[in-house]
Nanobody, 125 residues
Framework: VQLQAFGGGLVQPGGSLRLSCAAS????????VGWFRQTPGEEREFISA????????RYSRSMKGRFTISRDNAQNTAYLQMNSLKPEDTAVYYC???????????????????WGQGTQVTVSS
């Protein structure tokens, strides 16, 4: 499956953005999808994941409540709604996919098989 993340940009602190992850090439509904972010010199940080049907979700404790993951299998797209953004949310955001259930190690970047190219989110006044 090929993934393309988009929707990043410059937003003021307290603002919102919705990222999209468009998939092509295989049956999107068979894939679990995750979102990660990365800043220079740091490891990729897990944000959230959603199972193939959209009924089960997982969140990083630090972002739960501000970020919401969802998917529309008919549109082959997953989303990450980000609210109350802070300057420390500035990063490159990546979507990832794996042809399996959520499992137990979804927070590890090595768990995921397919990655999008990343989209830059900058939170600044």
């Amino acid at each position: 499956v090929q993934l393309q993340a988009f929707g990043g940009g410059l937003v003021q602190p307290g603002g919102s953005l919705r990222l999209s992850c468009a998939a092509s090439g295989h049956t999107f509904s068979a894939y679990t999808v995750g979102w990660f972010r990365q800043t220079p010199g740091e490891e990729r940080e897990f944000i959230s994941a959603i199972d193939y049907s959209g009924t089960s979700t997982r969140y990083s404790r630090s972002m739960k409540g501000r970020f919401t993951i969802s998917r529309d299998n008919a549109q082959n797209t997953a989303y990450l709604q980000m609210n109350s953004l802070k300057p420390e949310d500035t990063a490159v955001y990546y979507c990832a996919a794996r042809n399996s259930g959520l499992g137990y190690v979804y927070t590890l970047s090595t768990y995921w098989d397919f990655w999008g190219q990343g989209t830059q989110v900058t939170v600044s006044s």
